[in-house]
């Protein structure tokens, strides 16, 4: 659960708890981006030169007591990704 909101947390999270977000050059792994870039290029024809964290839905409390639910859908460049991914479930060698 993100509680204070602060710049990059979900991603410092993320990434401290051995799950960093794919693309992040800031908290990420750099070899292992690279791997997966070269990957998705090569084997899915996919160029992802972003990062690749999506909040598709935010569930805010409201002074009422009741609860606001806001809810985006996936960009179709992730949409692409994760069906990608999907096809061919085997990731790259991750480097050491």
Same mark, same amino acid.
């Given at each position: ?9 979900? !991603? ?25 870039? !070269?990957?998705?290029?090569?084997? /899915? ?7 690749? /964290?999506? =909040?598709? !839905?935010?569930? /805010?409390?409201? =002074? ?16 692409? /990704?994760?069906?990608?991914? !999907?096809?061919? =479930? ?7």
């Amino acid at each position: 659960e993100i509680v204070t909101g602060r710049t990059h947390q979900i !991603r410092r999270h993320l990434a401290g708890a051995g799950q960093p977000v794919l693309m992040d050059d800031k908290h990420g792994q750099f070899k292992a981006n690279k791997a997966w870039a !070269r990957a998705l290029r090569d084997q /899915l024809d996919l160029r992802v030169k972003h990062l690749c /964290l999506h =909040s598709w !839905r935010a569930v /805010l409390p409201r =002074s009422d007591g009741n609860k606001l639910t806001l809810e985006a859908p996936w960009p179709a460049a992730l949409t692409a /990704l994760a069906e990608g991914l !999907r096809a061919d =479930s085997t990731p790259p060698e991750r480097p050491a």
